[in-house]
């Protein structure tokens, strides 16, 4: 999946599967030249599968509202091929196509409202009055882990019924499932998130209550009730779904702020600009480097035609600063309008959590500008070494309470 590319190219061969890319490169040039050059480009199999790159946003658009054609039920996530298929294809909520997605969405829609959303606007800035205040007196800490990931992670604990009292541990154990660390230690400490929620939903089997587990345990698709493995694995994907893009973009925007001060403080003094601000947070940090698709029938994208069973890649951060729909793409600007990213996604895909999402990072933003006077950054950043999510691993800071 290395390729070569002619001038104005900015590399003479790139491979955009080298996490090292996203870690310590830069991937924006390479994306530009692909617009330009080669918007819809094949890449041949290596330890990968052969897949069709697509970076311009209409192309990417066009994707993601046509689930007949580009089907997630295969996977939507480049995996080795050694890895063979996602166990989660056509069982999750990420990895299913309509009908039985949308089915799916319904049984756990009512908790990502905008009624229940508000509904725990309150809660959520406690959680973070406490969470701020927490960081602030441990002198330095991480950003990431510290700040960014403890609210989302008490929201989506709050709505799938994990006990105030065992949401700790399983932060320390999402902390070492989807943090730094050996491949080993990850994989421990994500069996004993699926062993807690083994337990968790033989619990709601005998005790149901108002919240997503029991939802899962109960509800029914065409009829029938959900398998265990499937509430497991849906689980799963609402623990990750619920925190991951409120980490990473609050996380990368924070960064942002901080390389940008002057942004940081016009915030602060006019709040009537926290909602084009989140929404420019969200272009600019992308979270997701790639979604993928497969094609369920011959199709032309762009000037292509695909066949049926081709994988297409779709890069998501290069949608958010394609020139030809966004004015000054590079530009970091809290009040962009119009801002019709794609990073929550679109068509029957969108992020069920986008109303949530926006929420959180809301709320975070507005609790950091009142109770903060400083935010220093006291050592480099650790950007995530992945193709599947663009972030911060780590952001050392120290925190000042206003």
């Known amino acids: 999946m290395t390729m070569t590319m002619t001038a104005p190219a900015p590399e003479t061969a790139v491979s955009l599967v080298d996490p090292e890319l996203y870690a310590t490169g830069d991937p924006y040039p390479v994306w530009r030249w692909m617009r330009d050059h080669d918007p819809v480009r094949r890449h041949e199999a290596t330890e990968y599968p052969a ?29 080795p091929l050694a890895h063979g298929n996602d166990p989660g294809g056509g069982r999750t909520l990420a990895l299913t196509d309509p009908p039985r997605h949308k089915a799916l969405r319904s049984l756990v829609a009512n908790w990502f409202t905008t009624r229940s959303v508000r509904a725990l606007e309150d809660a959520m800035r406690g959680a973070v009055r406490d969470v701020v205040a927490r960081a602030a007196g441990l002198g330095e800490c991480d950003f990431v882990t510290d700040v960014a990931a403890r609210l989302p992670l008490y929201v989506i604990c709050r709505l799938m019924g994990v006990p105030a009292h065992e949401q ?9 499932a989807f943090g730094a660390g050996d491949p080993e230690t990850r994989s421990i400490a994500h069996q004993e998130i699926m062993g807690y929620f083994v337990e968790l939903m033989y619990r709601r089997m005998d005790e149901p209550a108002d919240d997503l587990v029991s939802a899962l345990v109960n509800g029914e698709v065409d009829g029938e009730l959900l398998s265990e493995e499937d509430i497991l694995l849906n689980c799963d994907n609402l623990l990750v779904g619920g925190t991951e893009n409120v980490r990473l973009a609050v996380s990368g925007g924070m960064k942002t702020f901080l390389d940008r ?5 016009r915030l602060r003094a006019d709040r009537s600009l926290m909602p084009t601000a989140v929404e420019e947070v969200l272009r600019w940090t992308s979270s997701a480097t790639h979604i993928m698709r497969t094609v369920t029938e011959p199709v032309t994208l762009g000037d292509r035609l695909l066949d049926a069973g081709d994988r297409v890649v779709l890069w998501t951060p290069s949608a958010n600063r394609d020139e030809r729909y966004f004015t000054d793409p590079d530009v970091f600007d809290i009040t962009r309008r119009p801002n019709r990213h794609l990073a929550l996604g679109a068509g029957e895909h969108f992020c069920l959590g986008a109303m949530m999402t926006r929420t959180e990072m809301r709320i975070l933003f507005d609790e950091l500008l009142d109770s903060v006077r400083s935010i220093e950054q006291t050592a480099p950043e650790v950007p995530i070494r992945s193709i599947v999510v663009n972030g911060l ?8 309470p206003a």
């Open 51 to 79: 897949f069709w790159s697509v970076t311009r946003y209409d192309d990417i658009r066009t994707v993601y509202n046509n689930a007949r054609v580009f089907s997630s039920a295969q996977g939507i996530l480049l995996r």
């Open 168 to 176: 700790e541990m399983l932060f320390a154990l999402t902390s070492r």
């Open 261 to 265: 001060p002057g942004d940081w403080e």
């Open 393 to 400: 691993e780590s952001l050392p800071v120290r925190i000042s």
